[in-house]
């Protein structure tokens, strides 16, 4: 599945590794994952992390993301990891690429680079990156490994969600071997503030029901004002504030961001991905998002998220 991945980095002098913007725990695992391994096997080459960074996952990148010249794209492979759409990607340069890769996890949309690896049976792109170390027989340092099981844990749901699997564990079985410490992870990923804690509060106070069922929270420009956060951090960080609800198969978090409203959708059974790529967006069956036009919209994508509960 590999060999023409592995075929590409070993060609080019120049490796710039990209993934989606406003990076999660898996676009940032992959990435720097990746970087080290490239960097540990092949100590000739020049390998670049480029993107947007981020307050809560940068620490999983153990550095800032490079600042690098258009230039250096000219005789260089772009590697996209983590992303389903073009538009998503961070740092549009990966056009001046001379070849590109993408690996990636999410339901294919449309074909992004010249050699395309997408297996949405994995649970995270990291999982993608740690197989083709395996296959490959590349050497996996333990900055390498960490990163990668940061990128498998937050995007397997502390290996909860249904994508998790036999070869999920036994990925995560190598990563151990190569000698990281999980407790330090872990506690860098999960330590709330009290902040958080108390703004989670807030969160289920405005939680509301649709008549099938469905949960939403509904952030306005205004309140994200009050409350000091983005409309990122008000519908990825807290949609799953409804996740285990009794009696609730859907849950959505809406946000009024500069661009539209920000939505994130969340299932524990019906597949919600079609809703999501009807209006733009797209992900997975059971974790999707888009950015919608105007509240009109919103109470449109409720209807059919309503229609999609009533018939599980
Ligand atoms: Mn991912």
Same mark, same amino acid.
């Given at each position: *599945?590999?060999?023409?991945?592995?075929?590409?980095?070993?060609?080019?002098?120049?490796v710039?590794i990209h993934? =989606?913007?406003?990076?999660?725990?898996?676009? *940032?695992?992959?990435?720097?994952?990746l970087?080290?391994? @490239?960097?540990?096997?092949?100590?000739?080459?020049?390998?670049? *992390?480029?993107?947007?960074?981020?307050?809560?996952?940068?620490?999983?990148?153990?550095?800032? *993301?490079?600042?690098? $010249?258009?230039?250096?794209?000219?005789?260089?492979l772009a590697v996209i990891l983590?992303?389903?759409? #073009?538009?998503?990607?961070?740092?549009?340069?990966?056009?001046?690429?001379?070849?590109?890769l993408?690996i990636? =996890? =999410?339901?294919?949309?449309?074909?992004?680079?010249?050699? #395309?690896?997408?297996?949405?049976?994995?649970?995270?792109?990291?999982?993608?990156?740690?197989?083709?170390?395996?296959?490959?027989?590349?050497?996996?340092?333990?900055?390498?490994?960490?990163?990668?099981?940061?990128?498998?844990?937050?995007?397997?749901?502390?290996?909860?969600?249904?994508?998790?699997?036999?070869?999920?564990?036994?990925?995560?079985?190598?990563?151990?071997?190569?000698?990281?410490?999980?407790?330090?992870?872990?506690?860098?990923?999960?330590?709330?503030?009290?902040?958080?804690?108390?703004?989670?509060?807030?969160?289920?106070?405005? @939680?509301?029901?649709?008549?099938?069922?469905?949960?939403?929270?509904?952030?306005?420009?205004?309140?994200?004002?009050?409350?000091?956060?983005?409309?990122?951090?008000?519908?990825?960080?807290?949609?799953?504030?409804?996740?285990?609800?009794?009696?609730?198969?859907?849950?959505?978090?809406?946000?009024?961001?500069?661009?539209?409203?920000?939505?994130?959708?969340?299932?524990?059974? $019906?597949?919600?991905?079609? @809703?999501?790529?009807?209006?733009?967006?797209?992900? =997975?069956?059971?974790?999707?998002?888009?950015?919608?036009?105007?509240?009109?919209?919103?109470?449109?994508?409720?209807?059919?998220?309503?229609?999609?509960?009533?018939?599980?």
């Amino acid at each position: *599945m590999f060999e023409e991945a592995l075929r590409a980095i070993r060609q080019y002098d120049t490796v710039i590794i990209h993934r =989606h913007k406003n990076p999660d725990g898996d676009a *940032m695992g992959s990435q720097a994952g990746l970087y080290n391994i @490239i960097k540990d096997n092949y100590p000739q080459k020049a390998v670049y *992390m480029v993107g947007d960074p981020s307050d809560r996952y940068g620490f999983i990148a153990g550095r800032p *993301m490079d600042e690098i $010249p258009d230039s250096l794209y000219e005789n260089a492979l772009a590697v996209i990891l983590d992303t389903s759409a #073009e538009a998503l990607i961070s740092d549009d340069r990966y056009k001046k690429a001379a070849g590109t890769l993408r690996i990636d =996890h =999410h339901l294919f949309i449309s074909k992004i680079a010249d050699i #395309e690896i997408v297996d949405p049976s994995y649970e995270s792109c990291a999982g993608l990156v740690t197989q083709l170390a395996i296959e490959s027989g590349l050497k996996v340092s333990p900055e390498a490994a960490s990163a990668l099981f940061a990128g498998t844990v937050t995007d397997s749901g502390r290996f909860r969600f249904d994508t998790t699997s036999a070869g999920t564990f036994r990925r995560v079985s190598f990563l151990l071997e190569a000698g990281i410490d999980t407790n330090s992870i872990y506690s860098r990923l999960y330590t709330t503030s009290v902040r958080d804690l108390r703004l989670k509060a807030k969160f289920v106070e405005k @939680i509301r029901f649709t008549d099938k069922n469905v949960g939403y929270i509904y952030t306005t420009a205004q309140e994200l004002k009050e409350l000091g956060i983005s409309a990122y951090t008000a519908t990825r960080g807290y949609v799953n504030t409804m996740a285990d609800l009794e009696g609730v198969s859907i849950w959505a978090a809406f946000a009024e961001g500069d661009e539209g409203i920000l939505c994130e959708l969340r299932s524990c059974g $019906p597949n919600i991905n079609p @809703i999501a790529v009807k209006y733009g967006g797209g992900g =997975h069956k059971k974790a999707s998002g888009a950015t919608l036009k105007d509240r009109e919209t919103v109470q449109a994508m409720l209807r059919d998220l309503d229609e999609t509960a009533d018939k599980w």
